[in-house]
């Protein structure tokens, strides 16, 4: 028996209850003192929170463009990103370059540095993970820096800081060394307060995937071109291509193909798409947002069309999936959900990326109505069948496993095969 300072008496049991409770006490204190709550939650992202994702990210090219009000706590987060990241990032601050954060009518000269350091950060080997820590309430602005890091291959993800302050002006006006005014701060809240749609979802694959896919596409499209009994079944291809002469190069055929190699989940039209707004509001996509996913591709395949990877969803991935996916292009079948889950890697001549998506469930449906194909043998580590009309599929004997980065893509709203035939040198293609 013991005493207790609060006059209790306690057997050896009660003092462990005591104990415990005392510590639980103390713990939920604290837990919910509003610092600690903050903390965790303004550093609550995948980015930073992730392992996969701090691993991946660390070994590819992603733009972290850090978007809200002066005081908001984007510089915080920009520091917690750099300590993350460390010798991989850089931080570029509108701040450090003295862009005061106010309403312009033009971008003027003022960014003319900023700009200069963020393409010297693009071009850097050594720099993967680049933090623009910048208000972006600015629309204009905000589109030229999507097109630039498109231009440079950087993967893009759109963040405000998750501070309870973040948009109470009243808090902000003391926050910031800028002294804005109650009216400068509403002046900007109010653009910054419109939600920004891209042009669509989807899985982004980091540079070492993208290497890895597109070894296997030149490896599949040079093999298959050059077997005779693709050649024998060829005319849908010849027909398309004026330019044959007696042979298909499939490689230059599909020679459309996006800057970034993805898996799109919902195509959003910068959110003139139905559904969008409703998408980019689901728990799944707002926990998942900036996450590193490790999707499965199961086949390859090519029409006379398009060329693709059919990846395979796992229940999570399922969840980002919209419900309406397949019925969108295919509405009289009942295909399952996630069918159409596939990542582009050409286009023949005018034809619109949207379309793999499309040929991939022509396959689905054959398939589902018992339809096996021609086996045509053996070739890059895959079972090859002909299912008629010009439609190829090489089932891999192994699931490849790429590392995708589930985001947005924010850039011009053109087809992103179509854009490239008119396209800077910057942006035309860029796979092997
Ligand atoms: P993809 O995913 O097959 O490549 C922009 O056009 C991007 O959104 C492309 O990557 C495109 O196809 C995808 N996409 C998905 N659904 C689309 C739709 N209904 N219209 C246009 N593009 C769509």
């Known amino acids: ?128 993970v680049i933090v623009l820590d910048d208000t972006h309430h600015d629309r204009e602005r905000l589109e030229s820096v999507f097109d630039t890091a498109d231009a440079h291959n950087f993967t893009v993800i759109l963040v405000e800081p998750k501070t309870q302050w973040r948009r109470d002006c009243n808090v902000l006006k003391d926050k910031s060394h800028w002294k804005l005014s109650m009216e400068e701060l509403k002046g900007l809240r109010g653009p910054l307060e419109m939600e920004v749609l891209p042009f669509y979802f989807g899985w982004f694959l980091t540079t070492a995937s993208m290497d890895t896919l597109k070894k296997l596409r030149h490896s599949f499209l040079d093999t298959l071109g ?70 499965s591709i199961t086949a390859l395949f090519i029409t006379p069309e398009t060329a693709g990877a059919r990846v395979e969803l796992d229940e999570q991935q399922l969840l980002l999936w919209p419900l309406d996916a397949e019925k969108e292009v295919m509405p009289s079948d009942n295909l399952p959900k996630g069918s159409r889950a596939h990542i582009t890697l050409g286009c023949a001549k005018d034809v619109k990326d949207v379309q793999t998506g499309i040929d991939l469930l022509k396959f689905v449906q054959l398939q589902g109505k018992g339809e096996k194909g021609e086996e045509m043998g053996e070739i890059c580590g895959g079972d090859l069948r002909y299912f008629n009309n010009g439609l190829w599929m090489l089932s891999l004997a192994r699931k490849i496993e790429i590392k995708a980065l589930f985001s947005g893509f924010y850039g011009k709203s053109s087809s992103t095969c179509e854009r490239r035939k008119e396209s800077s040198p910057l942006l035309s293609c860029t796979i092997a």
Not at 22 to 45: H, Y
Not at 81 to 89: L, V
Not at 228 to 241: G, L, N
Request: net charge positive; aromatic share 8%; glycine share 6%.
């Open 1 to 128: 028996m013991l005493l207790t300072p609060s006059g209790l008496l306690l057997g050896k049991r009660g003092i462990t209850r005591k104990i415990q409770s005392t510590f639980s006490t103390i713990l939920s204190s604290k837990m919910s003192s509003p610092a600690t709550k903050d903390q965790a939650e303004s550093q609550n992202f995948p980015f930073l929170m992730d392992e996969q994702t701090v691993a991946t990210l660390k070994e590819s090219k992603t733009l972290i463009i850090l978007r809200g009000l002066p005081g908001s706590g984007k510089s915080y987060l920009a520091k917690e990103i750099q300590d993350k990241y460390r010798d991989s990032t850089r931080i570029i601050s509108a701040d450090k370059h003295n862009i005061k954060p106010v309403i312009r009518t033009v971008i003027s000269k003022e960014y003319d540095d900023l700009d200069k350091a963020l393409i010297g950060s693009f071009k850097k080997r050594s720099v993967n």
């Open 226 to 295: 050059g077997l005779k009994v693709f050649r024998k079944r060829a005319t849908p291809f010849y027909v398309r291509d004026e330019n044959h002469k007696g042979k298909v190069d499939l490689l230059s055929y599909f020679g459309q193909k996006p800057n970034i190699m993805h898996c799109t989940t919902k195509y959003c039209n910068h959110g003139t798409e139905p559904g969008s707004k409703e998408y980019s509001q689901l728990d799944a996509v707002k926990k998942s947002y900036g996450k590193v996913f490790t999707l």
